[in-house]
């Protein structure tokens, strides 16, 4: 398995802390059957600041590592880019990263709100050939009371990755229903654990994906995986399936999520 977002890279966010948190996060990776992991350390997201140089050295120390401990798995490098005003300069000065050398990019919204520049910012990322990524909508409050809005960012050529712990209930009832909603709505592309910490809030891919079949069926699960790796060799992602189709979905979903 593939898992494009997660904070595995010690000492540069609140992920990993340490060379052997890191490792366990490793061992803990391989034990549950992923061979590849996209590093995605947080950035410009006002606690943490990782430009590309500094997260391609942590990078290689780490894949040193990992071969004198002999665990096998590739590491590559990637970021999870909080949306800020600067986000297109700083991309012309270097400083940010695509997910493992691809198009894809990883965003990440503030929790309360989608940023008013949100569609404008797609739209720019687009035109320069990337290909974004929003990260975990399904805890954004705004997307939880107005589901439509994300698909309006999706309709603008954003992607969408939910995770792992909201689908499994681990961050609560309302993200739980919103990733499930969002994902039957057709508006997810692609799971990932956002894994920080080996126990605390570990990887859980398998599990998530075993759910995903047995909730929405085997093409979900299948589509997911090879978006996973689609994003790692840089291809097309499949279209999303939807579970449900209704001429009112959004209301569905927002009326549901706002009872919740
Ligand atoms: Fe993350």
Excluded at 5 to 20: F, V
Excluded at 43 to 48: E, I, Q, R, V
Excluded at 114 to 132: T, V
Aim: aromatic content about 6%; glycine content about 8%; some cysteine.
């Amino acid at each position: 398995m593939i898992d494009i977002h997660t904070h595995i890279l010690p000492g540069l966010d609140d992920g990993a802390q340490t060379w052997e948190d890191a490792l366990d996060m490793a061992r803990a990776a391989v034990a549950e059957g992923i061979d590849t992991v996209i590093a995605t350390p947080h950035h410009a997201n006002g606690a943490y600041s990782n430009e590309a140089e500094a997260i391609r050295r942590r990078a290689e120390q780490f894949r040193e590592r990992l071969a004198e401990e002999g665990i096998p798995l590739r590491v590559e490098c990637g970021q999870e880019i909080r949306v800020h005003d600067d986000l297109l300069d700083a991309w012309q000065r270097g400083e940010l990263l695509s997910l493992a050398g691809s198009d894809f990019v990883l965003l990440e919204m503030p929790t309360g709100r989608i940023p008013s520049g949100m569609a404008d910012l797609i739209h720019e990322l687009k035109i320069m050939g990337k290909r974004p990524i929003i990260a975990h909508p399904e805890r954004n409050s705004e997307v939880l009371r107005y589901p439509e809005r994300l698909s309006q960012l999706v309709e603008v050529g954003a992607y969408a990755q939910v995770t792992t712990h909201s689908l499994l209930g681990l961050f609560g009832k309302k993200a739980e229903e919103s990733a499930w909603s969002l994902c039957r709505a057709g508006l997810i592309h692609i799971v990932s654990s956002d894994a920080h910490h080996v126990e605390r809030r570990g990887f859980r891919l398998q599990e998530a994906y075993e759910l995903i079949s047995s909730k929405l069926g085997e093409k979900f699960k299948e589509n997911f995986r090879q978006n996973a790796a689609s994003v790692l060799y840089n291809r097309p992602l499949n279209e999303s399936v939807v579970f449900e189709k209704s001429v009112n979905i959004w209301g569905k979903i927002a009326g549901f999520l706002r009872k919740s």
